[in-house]
């Protein structure tokens, strides 16, 4: 045998070689060949308070960022930060030059009104001239109305000076000369899964609390359910409504909220048993599909020490859910049961 036919030989049975260990691989990924040992446990539904918590940041129920329409000089300034102040108080006194013209001119109107609406009820006038000083004065009215708001700015509800940018003399540009914040009553925005959308509704109530008090918990309801979901976070938004009248609690602080939406009936299932998918933050669990592994997307409900609740509609009550092995477990693959699982079902109150 010459080297050409050796080289050709050799080439033919690496090839072979080759071909045999695809062949080899490819039934070694076959899920219809493979049998993997899992251990079980059969899905029971089990009652428990339906009690979630979340965390949430404080603020006042109102809070007013005094800005006046009008650009110029702040002749004064009657609080300081921290300074109490009650509903109509005055915080801001503007330039006055622009008020008082208009006062005057607007005085001088409410003479020249009087005199037309009488040559009017004479017949002295002509409708036109009659109409033309009215709307002046209509004009000239509001223009006042705006002017006084915005030159003697009043609180429109009780509450603290929490921020002040300005001193008196200083030209106003626009940011917030003061800003007033409610406390006797307080509000936070909560983020709920939309799983729960069903189940909470206005009027509910609930409890806060926060380390700076230990032990302690302070009432809460519901004033608002957002009536949209959140496509991205897929979660929904309420508006918590805080009386706080003795004003221990404040804006800005850090808690922890509590609803509880009473007794419901739902799966638990040991922790462990759930799989994350990688790089993403999908759950999901197997469960024995008369002897063959079925992958089933869950979503995370409350959590019981090690125990969990999971929720989908593609698991029942009865259904065999794989506790050990499932690491190794694809969808389609065989399964063969062997005793001994050491998944317990969770019983409400432990």
């Known amino acids: 045998m010459n080297k050409r036919t050796n080289h050709i030989a050799i080439v033919c049975a690496v090839t072979a070689s080759l071909a045999a260990c695809g062949k080899a691989d490819m039934a070694s990924t076959d899920t219809t060949e493979r049998v993997e040992r899992v251990q079980t446990q059969k899905l029971e539904l089990t009652e428990i308070s339906r009690d979630i918590e979340y965390s949430t940041v404080l603020e006042g129920y109102d809070t007013q960022n005094v800005a006046p329409s009008l650009t110029g000089i702040i002749e004064h300034i009657y609080v300081e930060v921290g300074d109490r102040v009650k509903q109509g108080d ?18 001088n109107l409410q003479i020249e009104m009087q005199r037309v609406e009488a040559l009017r009820e004479s017949g002295s006038i002509s409708e036109q001239t009659y109409d033309q000083t009215k709307l002046s004065y209509d004009q000239t009215k509001e223009s006042l109305d705006f002017l006084e708001v915005n030159t003697y700015v009043k609180a429109p509800f009780k509450g603290v000076i929490s921020a002040k940018s300005y001193e008196d003399g200083e030209l106003y540009s626009g940011q917030p000369i003061v800003v007033l914040t409610q406390l006797d009553q307080l509000k936070a925005l909560v983020s709920i899964p939309e799983t729960y959308f069903p189940l909470v509704k206005k009027g509910m109530p609930l409890t806060l609390q926060t380390d700076i008090y230990p032990g302690e918990t ?16 897929h979660t929904f938004q309420i508006k918590l409504q805080i009386p706080n009248a003795s004003e221990r609690l404040r804006p800005g602080m850090y808690v922890r909220t509590t609803l509880s939406l009473g007794q419901v009936e739902t799966i638990i ?15 999901y669990v197997f469960i024995n599909d008369n002897g063959v592994a079925k992958r089933v997307p869950v979503k995370l409900g409350q959590r019981f020490d090690d125990q969990i609740e999971i929720i989908s509609d593609e698991i029942h009550a009865g259904d065999e859910l794989v506790t050990g092995g499932q690491a190794r477990l694809v969808g389609g693959v065989k399964l063969q049961v062997v005793q001994g699982s050491t998944a317990t079902p969770y019983q409400a109150g432990n």
């Open 269 to 283: 299932v040991p922790y462990q048993a759930v799989l994350k998918l990688q790089g993403a933050n999908d759950r």
């Open 90 to 107: 005055m915080l801001v006194r503007m330039d006055q030059n622009q008020y008082k013209t208009t006062k005057l001119t607007f005085a």
């Open 218 to 233: 302070f009432p809460a309801s519901i004033e608002i359910v957002y009536p949209t979901i959140d496509p991205t976070t």
